[in-house]
């Protein structure tokens, strides 16, 4: 039973153009929400996170919306870099899971490739 | 401030073999999780640790698999008779954790175990 989704394996986008990943969550009891951007042979970097208090976050080229009664979100990125190219992961926590574990309950991911 | 190491960062093991891996989390940080990623799927939670505790285990699969994280030296997740279905990247990450409120959590590089 996959708790959040990405249903984008891929993405390609032109240099200077905005990409737009997306994600679906089912678990209404998840609070928190962040993107981790993950380079072959290495662990995910955060990104950019949002709490379920917020319906947007921005940082720089980053900006994520967080859609709380469609259970989506997206990260958007404006203008996207070559060097942006990596794969990207969706991640939720959920406050009332294993008490204070927070542990991450992440997406299968998107491949982006930026074309320069 | 060196981040979460890993080692090894690969790992080959023949059938029915032990393997161990290490992780030393970020300067300042006692939780330490483990989650694991098969091919073309997301990372997958599998434990919680505290020093010198388990927190959450409920990922870990029930047989072969154990973790500890001692007061002294590094967390080790360590698998005993290792199939070919635990060829898998795995990754460790660690927060500062204050129960009650999300704390992001930084990843290592990760071990890639291949069983032979």
């Known amino acids: 039973d996959q708790q959040v989704k990405q249903n984008s394996p891929s993405l390609s986008v032109q240099e200077g153009r905005i990409s737009i990943l997306n994600c679906d969550y089912t678990n209404s009891m998840f609070d928190y929400f962040l993107w981790y951007k993950k380079y072959p042979a290495e662990g995910p970097t955060f990104l950019i996170s949002i709490s379920s208090i917020k319906d947007k976050n921005e940082d720089g080229r980053f900006t994520v919306f967080l859609n709380k009664s469609a259970k989506h979100l997206s990260l958007h990125i404006v203008p996207s870099q070559p060097g942006d190219s990596a794969v990207y992961f969706c991640a939720a926590s959920d406050p009332f899971s294993s008490g204070s574990a927070r542990q991450l309950t992440f997406g299968s991911g998107t491949q982006l490739t930026v074309l320069p | 401030n060196a981040g979460v190491m890993q080692n090894p960062r690969h790992l080959v093991r023949r059938r029915g073999q032990e393997a161990r891996l290490r992780c030393s989390p970020m300067k300042g940080h006692s939780h330490v999780y483990w989650y694991r990623q098969l091919p073309e799927e997301g990372l997958k939670f599998m434990v919680y640790?505290?020093?010198?505790?388990?927190?959450?285990e409920s990922g870990m699969p029930k047989e072969r698999f154990s973790a500890e994280f001692p007061k002294e030296g590094p967390s080790i997740l360590r698998i005993q008779q290792v199939v070919r279905g635990d060829s898998a990247a795995y990754f460790c990450?660690?927060?500062?954790?204050?129960?009650?409120?999300?704390?992001?959590?930084?990843f290592g590089p990760g071990t890639r175990l291949t069983v032979l």
């Open positions: 990450a660690s927060s500062p954790g204050t129960s009650g409120t999300y704390n992001e959590q930084f």
């Open positions: 640790l505290q020093k010198e505790n388990i927190i959450d």
